[in-house]
């Protein structure tokens, strides 16, 4: 059965941190979920429109997803921070023993969700203060008790690839870069 990961998307989301994480794990054969937060398309931070899969009321009806992925970017990592349905989603997911990811400022909504405490977490450098309660990492993709977290989107592609690591292994790294020559 493939593994299927949720990407919520809202208003002002890096599109480089959410689309390359979309593109890289369909390419592996990972079931992603687009959904956005509000009814419609979601403009992101760079005026790129994206039409996401469902809506997040109705991508959270479905069957538990094995990663929640967050995009960055401002104010969308608020938004998620803010969003009961998202902080929910985050731990229901961890509780079950899947992953929770966020790159860039998204951290912040797995610190509202309780998942940093005393994990090492990595985030934008402008955003560390937000997370007091992570072992701040300044590696570009940290990986702690199933919570994955990247610095920003020039670390997008590497943040993907550790995704694809941790749901499908290293020979689908392997065959997913053979086509796009990233992988480190």
């Given at each position: 059965m493939p593994k299927r990961v949720l990407v919520p998307l809202a208003a002002g989301f890096e599109e480089i941190e959410a689309l390359t994480v979309?593109?890289?794990?369909?390419?592996?054969?990972?079931v992603v979920i687009t959904a956005g937060l509000a009814p419609g398309l979601v403009t992101g931070r760079s005026g790129i429109a994206?039409?996401?899969d469902l809506g997040l009321?109705?991508?959270?009806k479905g069957s538990a997803f094995d990663l929640v992925a967050l995009p960055?970017?401002?104010p969308a990592s608020a938004t998620l921070r803010d969003d009961p349905r998202i902080i929910s989603a985050l731990q229901r997911t961890h509780e079950s023993?899947?992953?929770?990811?966020?790159i860039c400022a998204a951290p912040i909504a797995l610190q509202r969700a309780g998942l940093l405490d005393g994990r090492e977490a990595t985030c934008h450098p402008?955003?560390?203060a937000e997370l007091p309660e992570a072992a701040h990492n300044a590696?570009?993709?940290?990986?702690?008790?199933?919570?994955?977290?990247?610095r920003a989107p020039g670390t997008a592609m590497e943040f993907a690839f550790a995704i694809v690591r941790i749901l499908c292994g290293d020979a689908m790294v392997a065959e997913v870069d053979a086509g796009v020559l990233a992988a480190r």
């Open positions: 979309v593109d890289i794990l369909r390419r592996a054969g990972v994206v039409k996401p009321d109705d991508a959270l960055g970017g401002m023993g899947g992953w929770v990811a966020a402008g955003m560390a590696k570009r993709v940290v990986a702690s008790d199933r919570v994955l977290t990247s």
